[in-house]
């Protein structure tokens, strides 16, 4: 099994900064692209930022400039940084993973539970 455990959620104003942080743990071999969605009410699941083993990046055009996603292969950790946050940032931020567990072969997509991300105005 592997588990994303996700933290540094809450409630910020607008024009201010939050970090998120995701770690995944348990029977990882490798894991690959790991990455944050994020899911508004009413609205799908979209993807706001990806960042594959070797550090190549890509972002939803709505959060490039103002958000960055980093990672720790050693701990395999994710994180993203976002500043100048908006009111339509608010959702909740789900972690993934893309991990190929020990005796696999092939990758599945891990999800973290979710943390709530609230920017007022």
């Known amino acids: 099994q592997v588990q994303l455990v996700e933290s540094g959620g809450g409630l910020v104003q607008a024009g201010g900064s939050l970090r998120l942080s995701c770690a995944a743990s348990g029977n990882i071999f490798r894991v690959n692209i790991m990455g944050w969605y994020r899911q508004a009410p009413g609205k799908q699941r979209e993807l706001v930022a990806a960042i594959t083993s070797g550090g190549s990046t890509n972002y939803a055009d709505s959060v490039k400039g103002r958000f960055t996603i980093t990672r720790d292969n050693a701990k395999n950790t994710v994180n993203i940084q976002m500043n100048s946050l908006k009111t339509e940032d608010t959702a909740v931020y789900y972690c993934?993973?893309?991990?190929?567990?020990?005796?696999?072969?092939?990758?599945?997509?891990?999800w973290g539970q979710g943390t709530q991300v609230t920017v007022s105005s």
């Open positions: 993934i993973a893309d991990v190929t567990p020990h005796g696999f072969l092939r990758a599945f997509d891990y």
